[in-house]
């Protein structure tokens, strides 16, 4: 067995690609003027900042991860409903949603985006454990399994939605089921899962199309039902729920292949949620493409490393960051582009926002931890 410690050179290549992306975004975003303050400086800050968490990140193994993770999990709950409970003058509603501790001298604070890193870690550690327990795997272990996993995940997913924030708590599902899908569960429970949510889902559809009054009885805000129309067809509500996707359409159909050099078409929250409309625009096609190949690197990186590694609590954790990146991607480029509803869900290491990078700065630091201390055996 080889022991020597070693840094991952290609992930810290592609986070540096992707914080010269950002610092180029920002700079760009920010000639619309559509907010007051140098967003660019805050940014780098915050990428020291988040440099630093990985540093310290790589002081703990997985054993001593192992033995905090109930207190990391306890903690982000504790902040969830301490959220809720908050009064005004620290937690005040923006855009409709209570979802920001408004801290003096720091700025604002998103409990929901380091929920994120302490569903990872509980997951992780629920399934090893059950394994170790189980070793005969049966249709009880495997429900009893399930059970664990879908009431550590229905917790922060409730206190999150009450917020309301249904970008972060789609994050969480997608979490919830990347691991769940390497679980080693059976695949006879997961299939009869993905028709149940199919059928939901479908049935969901049918709601938003021919009875939406019915969903709105269920809870369903009208400004998200309004939303999907907008999705659909966004040209007739181009005045209202459809704004943001009609002019982050034009913006990076103006770009063309290579992009151009002169201000863009004005596009709302411009550095952050719709901060790919920006580069599609500024650089076209061709600088569109480069960021979605990082973000290819990165993941399949990840996912090689969850290969590699031998330890099965470190493997499950590579798996949820993928999973929590992935989706990050694929749904902000995908509403960007038109391709799925606008949920407010940031660019991972592009957007602008501090609780948003220190979330992904924390992953990749559980991921430096375990490439560091990776081993290689002589017969594996």
């Known amino acids: 067995m080889n022991s020597k410690n070693k840094l991952d050179y290609n992930l810290i290549t592609l986070l540096l690609l ?46 001593q991860i192992l033995r905090l993770n109930w207190f990391i999990y306890s903690f982000s709950i504790i902040l969830l409903i301490a959220l809720i409970l908050a009064p005004e003058s620290i937690a005040r509603e923006i855009n409709g949603a209570k979802s920001w501790f408004q801290l003096p001298g720091i700025g604002s604070l998103q409990p929901a985006e380091f929920t994120k ?28 399994l399930l059970i664990k996993m879908g009431a550590a995940t229905a917790l922060p997913i409730l206190l999150i939605m009450l917020q309301p924030d249904l970008g972060t708590s789609l994050v969480l599902i997608c979490i919830f089921t990347g691991i769940f899908i390497v679980s080693g ?62 002019k982050a359409l034009l913006a990076i159909g103006s770009g063309g292949v290579y992009g151009y050099l002169e201000k863009g078409i004005y596009v709302p929250e411009a550095h952050t949620d719709f901060i790919f409309s920006v580069i599609s625009s500024k650089y076209g096609f061709f600088g569109a493409s480069i960021v979605v190949t990082i973000y290819f690197l990165l993941i ?6 969850a290969l590699e590694v031998k330890n099965s609590f470190e493997s499950f954790i590579c798996t949820g960051v993928t999973s929590m990146i992935f989706f990050h991607v694929f749904e902000n480029v995908g509403m ?45």
């Open 117 to 144: 890193i302490s569903l990872i870690i509980c997951l992780s550690f629920l399934v090893q454990k059950h394994h170790g327990k189980y070793l005969d795997k049966t249709l009880k272990t495997d429900l009893l």
């Open 336 to 380: 960007n582009i038109g391709l799925v509803p606008i949920t407010g869900i940031p660019l991972p290491f592009i957007s602008y926002g501090g609780s948003s990078l220190m979330g992904n700065m924390l992953a990749m630091g559980l991921i430096f931890s375990i490439s560091y201390r990776k081993r290689s055996y002589m017969f594996d």
């Open 185 to 246: 569960i059976s695949w006879k429970i997961i299939s009869v899962i993905f028709i149940i949510i199919s059928l939901i889902a479908s049935i969901l559809i049918y709601l938003v199309f021919f009875n939406p009054e019915m969903l709105q009885s269920m809870g369903f805000a009208t400004y998200q039902l309004g939303r999907i129309y907008a999705w659909i067809d966004p040209e007739s509500y181009a005045s209202g729920e459809g704004y943001n996707l009609t």
């Open 18 to 63: 992707l914080f010269i992306t950002s610092c180029i975004a920002i700079l760009n975003a920010q000639d619309f003027g559509q907010y007051e303050g140098n967003f660019l400086f805050r940014q780098i800050t915050w990428y020291i900042v988040g440099a630093g968490i990985i540093l310290g990140m790589m002081y703990l193994d997985s054993e």
């Open 300 to 305: 399949s990186g990840i996912v090689k490393l």
